[in-house]
């Protein structure tokens, strides 16, 4: 009997189907595991996410670029290399954060990767590489086989980790045990690889290797290979920006994007083809008007647009990857195609997560990688007879597109005679989109009027906004923009507004407003503050914004304000933009950094009043709301102190997070709507928190319909569990 005989059966097939579906498995179930473990060191910035990704995406290189160097060796070699590659990294378990300290004055974007990559670097590294590597060795041990049926395997893994992790693992496991189940679950890994090495022949099999190598691809097929996966994985980091900075930066919004992204490669490389030729076949339809609708930025439907960005990355990666899978060479030359691919990935990332927020003040890359979806999709005629009537009049046709669109982007601008009225924009965008739509099947007019879509449904706005000088900054948290209108001037971060300042007279610009006026939960606390801890009262604001807080600062008081991002603290101080501290406390002292590392490094009692204000866009920083972070808040807090805690948010109920978090305190909450119409004004929820009954009953007596919090069932967060799932509203 043959090896080939002995070997083709099941029970092999099924071997290496378990090593490289489990291997996959914890290799995306650490992602979002490591980064939990990261935010009390990092803080909760949406970057930190994809500075993470960045270093996956270079382990995942190096892995694929060390399975496509061992492909040089014998079969058994490479497994007696790789398993002591496996062994080697094992000294690095049970995985986790290194603990060090972030030095005074680093740049996170550097400090996070290099952080990340020490930790669980050689782990992910070794792992990284089996998916390639096995595929590899199955075609050596299964002469014939398709391996490339294995890589929807893979990613059927890696999908299952990412997903496993918010809905399972984080909910149900403190982060010790999830340190030890991976590490356990490494050593089944270890067990199944050696399982799959005992099968490998002792010598190369050349007369595989010569029917199966096939011609050598060229430098234009494998820029192409490129191309297509660097687009996707742009696109993927960019969503991910998006909806960890609306919402909160926890893994379950995290593990979204990249979940799909990584199912579109099963879907992509499925042995069935019926799905991923159904969605490419769609996917020109999708990027012309989801792209439009998302660069059109309507802010009033967040949740609207979280689907619409998940379903375009979705469609745009099967589409691009399934291209990927068309043009995929023999088996002998897998290697190199992951290799490519990896490349491709990683540059993704880096345009995305590195080169983007440094060269642009918007979030421009999102309309480019659409953009650059539209040329590299394919694009299948849709329209029944349009192949037939693009092919006799392609040029008469292209040009006709061309200048249709071209006059729908200037009527939806301008509206020449008041034609179409407020509705204009959207009119000539649906016009556009028809256009698009006959246009599938010819690149270029399909291309332009996408352009089209693109420029008139946003991005003309964005453009002016980047030529207005100071309108816009971009830093490593975000995006923020400074908008002006008769008497007001605001400060916008993602797509909340951050701030607002009344500008006209002097009085106006002292007038405290949004979240923060003298009605607010903070108003009444820092107007009580001189009865409540005499005229030096030491008061510290987590969080700068505007620096609307100052106007309440009275004199004698010492303030200090926690302030992470320096574009921040630029525009309230430095540039004039918001003149609240230069006109209230030009004095103010700003500590830079994480709110939480610095406080740590704050003298005990050294504080009165906390507030606690730090918000990314309407995101949440978790690693500031744990039971660890209250521990922080209540040493630097004088026995008497005061802590109020910012909960107002669209999508999380934070009241009996905190209730259940801040075990201990007396808590009372202040939910304060203004009637409308009223300028500057926000509503708000706070919650006053105090160790000391007396402060408590002080604060209530000295005005605001504060309110006990209600006794809740909620599980208290802390540095080793924490799941928003509890608290969705969407889920209340």
Known sequence: MTLRDRTAG??????????????????????????????????GAPAV?????????????????????????????????????????????????ARTQVPAGVEPALWTPWLLAASIGPLFFAVSAQAPLLQRWFAFVCPGRDPYALYAASNVGSFA???????????????????????????????????????????????????????????????????????????????????????????????????????????AFADRRGPAETITRFAPVTILVFGGMMIAGHHQYPLLNALAALMLLFAVSVALHTRMHASRPAPARLTGFYLAMSVGGALGGVFAGLVAPVVFDWTYEYPLLILAAGMLTPLPFL?????????????????????????????????????????AGVIAFFGIVVVGLFAIGARLPYVFALAGALYLFGGYRAIELSMEPGART???????????????????????????????????????????????????ALLAAPKLYGTGARIGVVGLGTGTLSCYARPGQQ?????????????????????????????????????????????TGSLDLLTLDAFSSDAVPMHLMTKEAFATYGRVLDKRGLLLVHVSNRYLDLAPVVAATAGGWMAAALSYHPDEGIEGQTGSEWIALTRDPAVL????????????????????????????????????
């Open 10 to 43: 099941l029970p092999v097939r099924l071997t290496f189907v378990a090593a490289i579906l489990t291997g996959s498995f914890l290799l995306f179930l650490v992602q979002p595991m490591v980064a939990r473990m990261a935010l009390p060191q990092l803080g």
């Open 559 to 603: 303030w200090r304000f926690y302030e992470i991002d320096p574009v921040v603290v630029r525009m309230a101080r430095d540039t004039g933009t918001f003149t609240f501290l230069k006109n209230c406390l030009p004095d103010a002292q700003i500590v830079m950094g994480d709110a939480r590392l610095s406080l740590t490094d704050q003298a």
């Open 161 to 267: 980790g990412l997903i496993a992790y918010p809905l399972l693992v984080e909910p149900l496991l403190p982060l010790r045990t999830q340190s030890w189940g991976w590490s356990i679950g490494y050593g089944v890994v270890f067990v199944l690889v050696v399982a799959c090495g005992w099968m490998l022949p002792h010598q190369r099999d050349q007369l595989v290797e010569q029917v199966d190598a096939g011609e050598a691809p060229g430098l234009s097929t494998v820029l192409h290979w490129i191309a297509l996966a660097l687009v996707p994985s742009g696109l993927m980091l960019a969503t991910t920006t998006f909806l960890t900075t609306d919402i909160v930066a926890v893994p379950l919004l995290w593990v979204l994007p990249l979940g799909l992204y990584l199912l579109s490669f099963t879907v």
């Open 697 to 732: 009953d002080g604060l209530v007596a000295a005005g605001g319909d504060w309110m006990p919090l209600p006794p809740t069932d909620a599980s208290a967060w802390t540095d080793d569990y924490a799941s928003i799932l509890p608290v969705l509203r969407a889920l209340q």
């Open 49 to 97: 996410w994809n500075s993470a990704m960045l270093v996956y995406q270079a382990l995942l290189l190096g892995g694929y670029a060390y399975a496509h160097l061992l492909g040089k060796l014998v079969p058994k070699a490479q497994a007696t290399v790789h398993l002591l590659m496996l062994l080697l990294a094992a000294a690095w378990l049970p995985i986790g954060v």
């Open 474 to 524: 971009r830093s490593y948290f975000g995006v923020y923009t400074i908008g002006e209108e008769p008497g007001v001037r605001t400060l916008q971060h993602g797509t909340t507004v951050h701030g607002v300042q009344l500008i006209g007279s002097a009085e106006r610009e002292r007038t405290p407003t949004t979240y923060y006026v003298p009605q607010s939960g903070v108003g009444r």
């Open 383 to 423: 329209l029944p007879g349009a192949q037939r009537l693009w092919a006799r009049r392609n040029d008469a046709l292209s040009i006709g597109a061309l200048v249709a669109v071209a006059l729908l982007v200037v009527v939806g601008l301008t509206d020449p005679g008041g034609m179409l009225g407020a509705n």
